[in-house]
């Protein structure tokens, strides 16, 4: 008799709970994110991280994330330099387009900044770039900033 009460109820559990009538709500924008300011802390006092390269890297290629359904159509993402937080110079320090291409039916691109050898002159300058999205695709609040730190190594010290 317990094994048909036990029985019972858990019928009972499953019929009654499939009842219930679920409205999730579903989000409909859609945004824009660097991968590298999802994974990486921000710096001390700041909402983005900052990332070292090397002025000998060259080429340097930070991922950009569509956080929405995929589009039929490429998208293209803008994207500007902050004043605020760059103290390297365009053409002597790094080349950017400020502009990147989501492929259709795609769920991220790649930002390329070209890196400048400025040589062995010691020190470091920073570059702070935020997405600005398109007409349709918002930059994500959060994860909108990223500052690359390139860094120079010292010369070489004479005799």
């Known amino acids: 008799m317990k094994k048909i009460i036990s029985i019972f109820s858990l019928v009972m559990v499953f019929v009654l709970g499939s ?41 340097h290629s930070l991922q950009v994330n569509l956080v929405a359904r995929q ?9 500007v330099v902050v004043p605020e937080g760059t103290t390297a110079v365009a053409g002597t320090d790094y080349n950017v387009a400020g502009s990147l291409v989501i ?23 920073d570059l702070l770039l935020e997405l600005e999205g398109n007409s349709t695709i918002q930059p994500s609040e959060n994860y909108k900033r990223v500052q690359l730190r390139i860094t120079r190594p010292n010369p070489p010290v004479e005799d």
């Open 103 to 125: 492929p259709a039916n795609s769920s991220t691109a790649t930002l390329s900044v070209d890196i400048i050898d400025t040589g062995a002159i010691g020190g470091s300058v």
């Open 71 to 79: 589009r039929d159509s490429d998208e293209t993402i803008t994207y």
């Open 19 to 59: 009842c219930i009538e679920q409205n999730y709500p579903i989000w409909e924008g859609a945004e824009v994110e660097f991968q590298t300011a999802v994974i990486t802390a921000p710096v001390a006092g700041q909402n983005y991280p900052r990332v070292a390269v090397a002025n000998t890297a060259g080429t």
